[in-house]
């Protein structure tokens, strides 16, 4: 809190002025239309609407295709959340140590957090494509019948090598940080009490690197909710028969094929908690990490 | 000083080459493709090096698109997402760092009720309410415009957040100095405290930069009129399943220059872009 401030009332009103009005006009007013329209039911002309109270709800808990797409969001996320964790914890630990190098190796594998995910998917889809793709030949050659375009499962592993690929950079980079942060006199510590470099890391390095890990893990699945959408909509379009389909993508497909806008809206409501249940999660955590 | 194995740094570049091996892999692929004559690359005979086509794909990926499927040139489309992106960079700073100043060098009713509209915010992307912005939007006449485009995007309760941590650790005495030296508050503003916000602003510029560049169901839905497509979103309707209609060859190309912009500024800037990152992660 601040004990000069400058006078005067109409100015600090004038400068938030047009942060609020944006807020309002585009999150607080969409948002709350998606609150309400979740409650109502248009007929399929738009010219009657009713207020259903939880009907759209109940309709979507009764969808066996909304199940699929919990599912297919959970697999999803899990999936990448362990693959790029995984490899940015492997590669941060190797560029930790004190290697010729190190600045280079940063630079190569921090770029793709510049790639847009729909980009991102692109670059999977061509080398995967069942036709004409480099790896995918190599995949027939193994004898393995190699088709996203049909195979629903290999679809998801497609997306998930996508979405994980664009992600280890921006994990790679925190964890380098948390490793970094990590005092060297406890490493040489535990090395003086004669534990070797297998037993520092388990008992010394991973649980310093524990709130790191719990921050990524977070943002990872936040990640995959949400910006996903364009390597889907890229690459698979959420099928073969939606075995790609996550919340968020038919929350799209919903609202604009189908034209069930209540229900479209009233999937924006369910993942709208989940945001902020997530969010509130990582706050609380955040504010651990203040007083660790 | 830790002992340190001959094997174990060994070890060590080994996995951080196959790293970057894999993580540069699709993109190099890309790069190949782009050179290569398209009916080398629908019949998967182009192999691993470069081939002789790359000028005239750039070229013709630039000033014309693709042509089974009619795409926007992709200068047109890399003009937009130009604008796009600097647009939501500079417009999220601005009004971010106007508001940042009043909450935190200014006493007003409020004040507190404003802030904590901004900082809800922090929990709603736009995919969660996708239809009645939409809206909003389509209501507000602004479907095919910039600023359909970009307006929507510019309130950022992260960068509003990061300028108001700054501005608290800025000394009382420094605002007291300038009040008895008759500075009032605009002037305190555009001569102490936007110069020493240069480094936060810069870092921030970058990432934003980055995730205008990078929209994707934002055009998707706002823009019908294809001379509206960015690079990113355009790239899509580029591709069509039955692949014998999509001009791989040209789709490549456009993946690069897609690619380009956002990376360069991540790899020149480096410094600034983690700084960026870790700070809009707090």
Do not use: C
């Amino acid at each position: 809190m601040r004990k000069v401030v400058f006078k005067g009332t109409l100015l600090p009103l004038l400068l938030i002025a047009p942060q609020i009005v944006i807020t309002v006009v585009f999150f607080y007013w969409p948002a709350s239309q998606a609150v309400w329209q979740s409650f109502l039911i248009q007929d399929a002309f738009g010219t009657t609407t009713e207020f259903v109270w939880l009907e759209n709800y109940q309709v979507l808990f009764k969808d066996p295709g909304y199940y699929n797409a919990m599912g297919v969001t959970a697999v999803f996320s899990i999936a990448v959340a362990v693959l790029s964790l995984g490899l940015a914890l492997l590669l941060a630990v190797m560029a930790d140590k004190q290697i010729k190098g190190a600045g280079f190796y940063k630079t190569m594998l921090m770029w793709p957090y510049a790639v847009a995910p729909a980009i991102a998917g692109v670059l999977w889809l061509f080398m995967f494509q069942p036709s004409l793709g480099v790896l995918a030949q190599v995949l027939r050659g193994w004898g393995l019948d190699w088709n996203p375009l049909l195979n629903g499962r290999h679809a998801m592993i497609l997306v998930i090598m996508a979405a994980a690929w664009k992600q280890i950079s921006y994990n790679f980079l925190f964890f380098l940080a948390g490793l970094q942060s990590i005092p060297k006199s406890l490493i040489e510590a535990a090395a003086i009490d004669g534990a070797g470099p297998r037993r520092r890391f388990w008992t010394v390095i991973f649980p310093l690197l524990s709130p790191t890990a719990f921050f990524l893990l977070v943002v990872n699945i936040v990640y995959v909710f949400f910006d996903t959408f364009g390597i889907i909509d890229a690459v698979t379009h959420g099928g073969p028969a939606k075995a790609t389909e996550t919340m968020v993508y038919k929350v799209f497909q919903d609202g604009r094929l189908g034209g069930d806008l209540g229900g479209s809206n009233a999937q924006s409501v369910i993942l709208m908690a989940l945001v902020i249940a997530l969010t509130a999660i990582q706050f609380k955590y955040i504010e651990r990490r203040v007083h660790y | 000083m830790v002992e340190q194995r001959p094997l174990s740094k060994f070890v060590a570049h080994a996995i951080l080459v196959a790293g970057i091996v894999i993580v540069a892999f699709p993109v190099y692929l890309t790069l190949i493709a782009s050179t290569h004559e398209p009916a080398d690359i629908v019949n998967g005979t182009m192999g691993l090096l470069p081939g002789h086509m790359g000028v005239t794909h750039y070229f013709d990926a630039l000033f014309s698109g693709t042509k089974q499927i009619k795409s926007t040139p992709v200068l047109q489309m890399m003009g937009n997402s130009l604008v796009m992106a600097l647009v939501i960079a500079i417009g999220k700073i601005a009004i971010s760092i106007i508001s940042a100043y009043a909450v935190v060098f200014f006493r007003f009713p409020f004040r507190m009720f404003f802030f904590w509209t901004i900082f809800v915010t922090l929990m709603l992307p736009v995919e969660v309410r996708i239809y009645p912005t939409y809206k909003v939007v389509a209501d507000l006449g602004l479907l095919n415009t910039y600023a359909g485009l970009t307006i929507p995007l510019i309130a950022s309760a992260t960068a509003t957040l990061l300028f108001r941590q700054f501005f608290l650790t800025i000394p009382d005495e420094l605002v007291e100095a300038a009040q008895i030296d008759g500075a009032g508050p605009m002037k305190f503003f555009r001569d102490i405290v936007l110069p020493l916000s240069l480094t936060n602003i810069a870092a921030l510029f970058v990432i934003l930069f980055i995730y205008g560049w990078n929209q994707y169901l934002w055009p998707l839905l706002i823009t019908t009129d294809s001379g509206m497509d960015t690079i990113v979103y355009g790239i899509r309707r580029m591709i069509v399943t039955s692949d014998a209609n999509t001009d791989w060859h040209i789709v490549m190309a456009t993946t690069m220059l897609a690619m380009l912009p956002p990376v360069f500024v991540v790899v020149v800037m480096q410094r600034l872009f983690v700084k960026g990152l870790v700070d809009t992660e707090k």
